[in-house]
């Protein structure tokens, strides 16, 4: 649109043009169908009047926000400074805006929110303190010090905050389910699940195990008290060494499980006999998936296991990176790789391939359970990480939920043993786990 024209569209539906009818113009970006309730600052109503579920734009801020970064992350920010509030169920809401936005967006409903903000409709407002700095801000990607800085931007957050969505095991990664998974208690499906990771690597007692992102140290912890191995696990988070260190000592398995504030890169043992990598090598980035498994295939015996849990893209071709929210708010830098990518880079380590399963399905449920108990202990929550912060993590928890529901995201357990260079394999002919 040529700027004259712009300039005079907006004029057309600015303020003193047109009041009390905010709700109406944001109500044309979606179907006329569209089952819940819009309200806006001004007092104008647009929607199902009948609905449970509302959404409520409380402040000519929130368009600001929106109109100046469309998409997830202007939506996110406005929300996350409570300029925009969501009443009701969020999963279900966040599925019916998702089901019935006009894709793309009508130009003639945009400009009229536009105009009804008026000249600062695409100027940024100030960004919240919790966002990550753009991409190009962070220094060069994947160095040691743009690793750690995107770990701690996620995982120092707090302890007790974590405690509080996670449960006793602290585990942040999906659990096992039985059956349809109601039965399953949050903390029994993640017993299941780490449980099934040491079964998978045929753990025995003196073996050496590896847990690259060992989070709070509940897989080394378990393979340690449960299986009798040696093992070391390496974090980068400050926060999780500390209380992962403290566990290890209560448990009365110092002499067992080493907890190291260590790059993956910077581990000088050649000798494991096993590794585990869980939610690891999203961290990793795409184009550096060789090098990551090529570093693992360095460290471990041949004929070792090497298991790696991480989320996936449902198949190749799409973009490893994430979405801007994603990206400046929860995983700096993460990437998901589709399974042929991640098969790929796993084979041409040195690492055979020997099963792997989705278990997709299983991670929406325990996102789930970690939305109900950030709900069930809300205050507790706003008391340790601020109300921006919560309000941030149910957000988080909830989108990923139905990206795992809705299949745009998976997650696989990919097995594979180090391959000796005989070819010959000691792996079972039938799975032993």
């Given at each position: ?12 539906n ?23 309730e ?5 007092g ?30 202007g ?12 009443r ?19 130009r003639?409903?945009l ?43 996620h ?9 509080l969505?996670?449960?006793p ?17 949050l ?18 007692s ?19 008290k ?5 093992a ?5 988070s400050?926060?999780?060494?500390e ?6 000592a ?38 550096k ?7 693992l ?39 998901l ?8 880079a796993?084979?041409?380590?040195g ?9 997709r ?29 919560a ?7 909830t ?14 357990q ?20």
């Amino acid at each position: 649109m040529r700027p004259l024209l712009f300039w005079r569209t907006l004029l057309n539906n600015s303020p003193m043009s047109q009041k009390n009818d905010v709700a109406t113009r944001i109500a044309s970006l979606f179907r006329e169908d569209v089952p819940l309730e819009i309200s806006a600052y001004d007092g104008s109503r647009a929607g199902n009047p009948n609905s449970a579920e509302s959404l409520d734009i409380k402040s000519p801020l929130a368009l600001r926000y929106i109109l100046s970064s469309p998409g997830d992350l202007g939506l996110a920010r406005a929300y996350i400074t409570e300029e925009l509030e969501i009443r009701g169920d969020l999963h279900k809401t966040l599925i019916t805006l998702r089901d019935y936005i006009k894709r793309p967006p009508p130009r003639a409903a945009l400009l009229s929110l536009a105009g009804s903000v008026g000249p600062k409709s695409f100027i940024r407002p100030d960004l919240p303190p919790e966002e990550a700095p753009a991409r190009w801000k962070r220094g060069m990607l994947h160095s040691l010090n743009r690793d750690k800085s995107a770990i701690q931007h996620h995982y120092d957050v707090s302890n007790d905050f974590y405690a509080l969505i996670l449960g006793p095991t602290m585990i942040y990664s999906c659990g096992l389910f039985r059956e349809n998974g109601r039965e399953t208690t949050l903390d029994s499906a993640q017993i299941a699940k780490v449980d099934l990771i040491c079964r998978k690597l045929d753990l025995r007692s003196d073996m050496k195990l590896l847990d690259v992102g060992c989070g709070w140290g509940t897989l080394v912890m378990h393979a340690a008290k449960e299986y009798g191995v040696k093992a070391v696990g390496v974090t980068l988070s400050t926060r999780q060494q500390e209380l992962a260190q403290s566990r290890v000592a209560a448990a009365g398995l110092s002499d067992r499980v080493e907890i190291r504030l260590q790059d993956y890169r910077e581990v000088r043992e050649t000798d494991f006999d096993a590794i585990s990598s869980v939610g690891m090598s999203e961290h990793v980035g795409n184009k550096k998936l060789d090098a990551y498994f090529q570093t693992l295939r360095q460290r471990i015996i041949d004929d070792g296991r090497l298991l790696n849990h991480c989320i996936t893209r449902p198949y190749g071709g799409l973009q490893a990176r994430t979405g801007a929210f994603f990206d400046r708010y929860i995983f700096p830098d993460g990437e998901l790789s589709g399974t042929n990518r991640v098969v790929e880079a796993f084979n041409n380590a040195g690492f055979e391939l020997r099963h792997t399963e989705n278990l997709r399905e299983h991670y929406a449920l325990t996102l789930s359970r970690w939305c109900d108990n950030l709900v069930a202990r809300w205050d507790d929550a706003v008391a340790q990480v601020g109300v921006r912060r919560a309000r941030l993590w149910n957000l988080y928890m909830t989108l990923s939920r139905i990206g795992f529901e809705s299949n745009n995201i998976q997650v696989h357990q990919f097995l594979g043993e180090s391959v000796p260079k005989s070819g010959i394999s000691t792996f079972p002919l039938a799975p032993n786990w």
